[in-house]
Nanobody, 123 residues
Framework: QVHLVESGGGSVQAGGSLRLSCASSRSMYLKYSMAWFRQAPGKEREGVALINTGGGSTYYADSVKGRFTISQDNAKNTVYLQMNSLKPEDTAMYYC????????????????WGQGTQVTVSS
């Protein structure tokens, strides 16, 4: 069982920045995949970024490449999502998830989910 707690959401204007945090109950010295997903009202859950703990490799959805950065702090068992140049279309509930090492950005690959944190970007 992995317990995940997200924080850091909020409201910003377009072009602004936010940093989301996801604290995990599982040590990041172990090898597994941590990812951020988002879901806007009436839309499917979308994978945003992932990081493979233990190795540090990352992957991003095309929609956020060059604007979002995922990183990890092993000492704090925390994954971060730095979001810059935010756009109104980034508005969604953002979820942190944990899955088997080497997972992609499909929600079905992840067994553990946080409660979500809301990000709202106004134009």
């Amino acid at each position: 069982q992995v317990h995940l707690v997200e924080s850091g959401g909020g409201s910003v204007q377009a072009g602004g920045s936010l940093r989301l945090s996801c604290a995990s109950s599982r040590s990041m010295y172990l090898k597994y995949s941590m990812a951020w997903f988002r879901q806007a009202p009436g839309k499917e859950r979308e994978g945003v970024a992932l990081i493979n703990t233990g190795g540090g490799s990352t992957y991003y959805a095309d929609s956020v490449k060059g604007r979002f950065t995922i990183s990890q702090d092993n000492a704090k068992n925390t994954v971060y999502l730095q979001m810059n140049s935010l756009k109104p279309e980034d508005t969604a509930m953002y979820y942190c998830a944990a899955g088997t090492y080497g997972s992609g950005l499909d929600p079905w690959q992840y067994n553990y989910w946080g409660q979500g944190t809301q990000v709202t970007v106004s134009s």
